[in-house]
């Protein structure tokens, strides 16, 4: 899964994309070089961030969405909105992906069941404007686990197929350093359920406390080791900003296995 934001303040890439064809070009280099999936976002969900206006995050993500979808692009929409999931779907997204696991809108949950799509649910305490408060766990994977299982059987319940479901632990949302490494090294933990696992772990803030590099955009050789790893240990997804790189290493890594 390819990371296109088009946002003017997302965490490592903000600002890049505001002009639509730049985004659509970025997109199209991303499955020429390997991306299965582009998620397209609106809306920065990074700590600290302030909540967009609808009409802002539909303007951004709209054209780029009816662009990719031009070319068959399998595209998801990143997004805690059901009004902007909506209008995305309409243009030719295929996925939701929802940081909030379809809990922000009510409205989330009926429409994915009714409109029978994947959707990606995410773990996370608090809210990006309070940098996602909440580091106490006991045993962060089974905790995390168990959250992401619930939500899956709520999802169930309203109608949602269980192979329309993945798991995303949420890395980079209400963790501690310690806490992502275990759960990345838990990925097939987490999905011993039979859902698969989302890793997006590129360019985030822990890496830099690991490896002392400031600048998110530099931190693309650990992310692409992180990305190998995850994959190495169970999931089935991994969210990059540097397609070309990590398909290498994930090729490498599965011919060494």
């Not at 999936?37 to 969405?65: A, F, K, M, W, Y």
């Not at 169930?156 to 995303?168: F, N, S």
């Amino acid at each position: 899964m390819a990371i296109v934001n088009v946002t003017p303040d997302s965490f490592s890439d903000g600002g890049e994309r505001l002009d639509p064809a730049q985004a659509i070009d970025d997109g199209l280099r991303f499955v020429s070089e390997g991306a299965d999936i582009i998620d397209v976002g609106g809306e920065s969900t990074r700590p600290g961030s302030q909540p967009t206006s609808p009409d802002d995050e539909l303007r951004r993500i709209l054209p780029v969405i009816e662009g990719l979808a031009l070319h068959n692009v399998c595209i998801s929409i990143d997004t805690r909105r059901a009004s902007i999931a909506r209008a995305a779907l309409d243009a030719g997204a295929r996925i939701v992906n929802d940081v909030s696991a379809l809990r922000d809108d009510e409205a989330m949950l009926p429409l994915v069941a009714s409109r029978d799509v994947e959707v990606v649910l995410m773990h996370r305490r608090g809210l990006p404007e309070n940098t996602f408060a909440g580091l106490a766990y006991v045993d962060v994977v089974e905790e995390v686990r168990q959250f992401l299982l619930e939500r899956a059987a709520v999802c169930q319940a309203a109608g949602v197929k269980r192979e329309r479901i993945a798991l995303d632990p949420g890395i980079g949302f209400g963790k501690s350093v310690a806490q992502e490494l275990e759960l990345i090294a838990g990925a097939s933990r987490l999905g011993d359920a039979g859902y698969p696992v989302l890793i997006g772990c590129s360019r985030k803030s822990f890496i830099g406390s690991l490896t002392g590099v400031p600048k998110a955009r530099d931190r693309d050789p650990a992310s692409i080791w992180l990305a190998v790893e995850a994959a190495r240990r169970g999931a089935a997804i991994v969210r990059v900003h540097d397609v070309a790189g990590t398909r290498q290493a994930l090729a490498v890594s599965m011919a060494m296995r």
